[in-house]
């Protein structure tokens, strides 16, 4: 039975970064996801004068309450979108003025809600070319705080980054939210955030975020959920059986959920106290799921379900159209190039059977897959390429944003199963 050692969580090593140059002390963050999302947010703190010492197991971080080290800094986020959006709400606590920019893909990528509600707050920020897009400039003379309403209907991001930022600012933060998306990484955020000594409250649709500050600690990143539902998916798909370490009952990450969409077309599962086993039964049925909390996971459930006995309608993802790329196209059209039959819409995708679980051949043709540059795309489509011969890849490496080693852990993997 393959056991799958599974990198550190991006989401969670982000926010713990923001979160141990926040605080006050030296914070120890334990197996930390070490990629180049990861690593450009390290990089952005550096920049912003905070010390980061990184080991290959741990990495310490000096946190300075007050804000920023120096007065001047030019970022660059990389394609990081945590980097993108968390580091300038940093920076607003401090005194100085901080510029940042982006890779084309994130300069793509929209911003307007989070900088809308900064503004709102007294935030001095400047988008230079498109307004809600980077570059942009922030001139901080930290924040007060108060009250503040933010549609966070295109990304959770935002109300974490505004949630992050509450006990920096003087007066705390009231955070009224109009619609929210990814509701179980807010979630993440708000555990967290606990770790380090804060306690958010939600009164109906406002979160309250008190001010003082948050205390240093030792915190250990457990593995990425989403990157793990590549590993269970392939179990499913083959009849094969995986197990990952470190992901259990007591997981932060709501894309754990993923192994319940693969229970309900049939595979069995297995969540222990501290892993989660996935067996394929040799049974994939149709299924129509609404995806909305674990949209991350939307390619991974695309690129099997040719394999099922039915149509599988996946819905609620239209917040997929404004990641990395629009992945709801980037699969329908993947899945056409291998002969698949495809409808989407604004905001679901319903996928054609073209071959059952148990037909080895599959008579699905091979195909080069089109990544836009999308680790998510690349990955979910390696899982297709189990049963599919001939499946290659435009851009392989762009598996390096989350999980640098990818196609070498995943091809041990798939001479297991």
């Given at each position: 039975?393959?056991?799958?050692?599974?990198?550190?969580?991006?989401?969670?090593?982000?926010?713990?970064?923001?979160?141990?140059?926040?605080?006050?002390?030296?914070?120890?963050?334990?197996?930390?996801?070490?990629?180049?999302?990861?690593?450009?947010?390290?990089?952005?703190?550096?920049?912003?004068?905070?010390?980061?010492?990184?080991?290959?197991?741990?990495?310490?971080?000096?946190?300075?309450?007050?804000?920023?080290?120096?007065?001047?800094?030019?970022?660059?986020?990389?394609?990081?979108?945590?980097?993108?959006?968390?580091?300038?709400?940093?920076?607003?606590?401090?005194?100085?003025?901080?510029?940042?920019?982006?890779?084309?893909?994130?300069?793509r990528r929209p911003l307007l809600p989070l900088t809308r509600a900064l503004r709102d707050l007294g935030v001095d920020l400047r988008h230079e070319e498109r307004e809600g897009h980077h570059p942009l400039t922030v001139t901080a003379v930290g924040v007060e705080g108060g009250e503040v309403t933010l549609d966070a209907g295109q990304s959770s991001q935002y109300l974490t980054a505004l949630l992050l930022l509450g006990p920096l600012?003087?007066?705390?933060?009231?955070?009224?939210?109009?619609?929210?998306?990814?509701?179980?990484?807010?979630?993440?955020?708000?555990?967290?955030?606990?770790?380090?000594?804060?306690?958010?409250r939600r009164e109906g649709n406002a979160f309250l975020v008190p001010s003082g500050g948050y205390r240093a600690t030792t915190y250990a990143v457990e593995p990425d959920a989403s990157t793990a539902s590549y590993f269970f998916a392939a179990a499913a798909v083959t009849g094969g059986e995986v197990t990952v370490l470190g992901l259990g009952e007591g997981a932060l990450q709501g894309d754990l959920g993923f192994v319940d969409v693969?229970?309900?077309?049939?595979?069995?599962?297995?969540?222990?106290?501290?892993?989660?086993?996935?067996?394929?039964?040799?049974?994939?049925?149709?299924?129509?799921?609404?995806?909305?909390?674990?949209?991350?996971?939307?390619?991974?459930?695309?690129?099997?379900?040719?394999?099922?006995?039915?149509?599988?309608?996946?819905?609620?993802?239209?917040?997929?159209?404004?990641?990395?790329?629009?992945?709801?196209?980037?699969?329908?059209?993947?899945?056409?190039?291998?002969?698949?039959?495809?409808?989407?819409?604004?905001?679901?995708?319903?996928?054609?059977?073209?071959?059952?679980?148990?037909?080895?051949?599959?008579?699905?043709?091979?195909?080069?897959?089109?990544?836009?540059?999308?680790?998510?795309?690349?990955?979910?489509?390696?899982?297709?390429?189990?049963?599919?011969?001939?499946?290659?890849?435009?851009?392989?490496?762009?598996?390096?944003?989350?999980?640098?080693?990818?196609?070498?852990?995943?091809?041990?993997?798939?001479?297991?199963?």
């Amino acid at each position: 039975m393959p056991v799958v050692d599974i990198p550190g969580s991006k989401s969670i090593t982000a926010r713990a970064l923001f979160l141990a140059a926040a605080a006050d002390g030296v914070t120890t963050l334990v197996s930390p996801l070490r990629s180049d999302d990861t690593e450009g947010f390290a990089e952005g703190l550096a920049r912003l004068g905070y010390r980061v010492g990184r080991t290959s197991d741990a990495w310490q971080v000096d946190g300075r309450p007050q804000g920023p080290a120096v007065t001047e800094a030019d970022v660059h986020c990389r394609d990081g979108a945590t980097t993108a959006r968390f580091l300038p709400t940093l920076a607003a606590t401090g005194t100085g003025t901080y510029r940042f920019d982006a890779s084309p893909q994130m300069r793509r990528r929209p911003l307007l809600p989070l900088t809308r509600a900064l503004r709102d707050l007294g935030v001095d920020l400047r988008h230079e070319e498109r307004e809600g897009h980077h570059p942009l400039t922030v001139t901080a003379v930290g924040v007060e705080g108060g009250e503040v309403t933010l549609d966070a209907g295109q990304s959770s991001q935002y109300l974490t980054a505004l949630l992050l930022l509450g006990p920096l600012t003087r007066k705390g933060l009231r955070i009224t939210v109009t619609d929210l998306v990814s509701v179980p990484y807010v979630e993440i955020t708000i555990a967290m955030m606990r770790a380090f000594g804060v306690e958010v409250r939600r009164e109906g649709n406002a979160f309250l975020v008190p001010s003082g500050g948050y205390r240093a600690t030792t915190y250990a990143v457990e593995p990425d959920a989403s990157t793990a539902s590549y590993f269970f998916a392939a179990a499913a798909v083959t009849g094969g059986e995986v197990t990952v370490l470190g992901l259990g009952e007591g997981a932060l990450q709501g894309d754990l959920g993923f192994v319940d969409v693969l229970r309900r077309m049939g595979a069995h599962v297995e969540v222990g106290a501290r892993s989660t086993t996935v067996r394929g039964t040799g049974e994939l049925r149709g299924v129509t799921v609404n995806m909305r909390d674990i949209s991350d996971t939307m390619p991974t459930l695309a690129a099997i379900a040719p394999f099922a006995s039915g149509p599988v309608r996946i819905e609620d993802v239209a917040n997929t159209r404004v990641k990395e790329c629009d992945r709801l196209e980037a699969c329908a059209e993947n899945l056409r190039r291998l002969g698949v039959e495809v409808a989407t819409g604004p905001d679901w995708i319903e996928i054609q059977p073209t071959a059952g679980p148990s037909d080895p051949s599959s008579g699905l043709a091979g195909a080069e897959i089109k990544s836009y540059g999308d680790h998510r795309i690349v990955m979910s489509f390696a899982v297709t390429g189990l049963r599919v011969p001939g499946i290659s890849f435009d851009d392989p490496g762009c598996v390096r944003k989350t999980f640098p080693g990818f196609h070498e852990e995943f091809g041990a993997l798939s001479a297991g199963l």
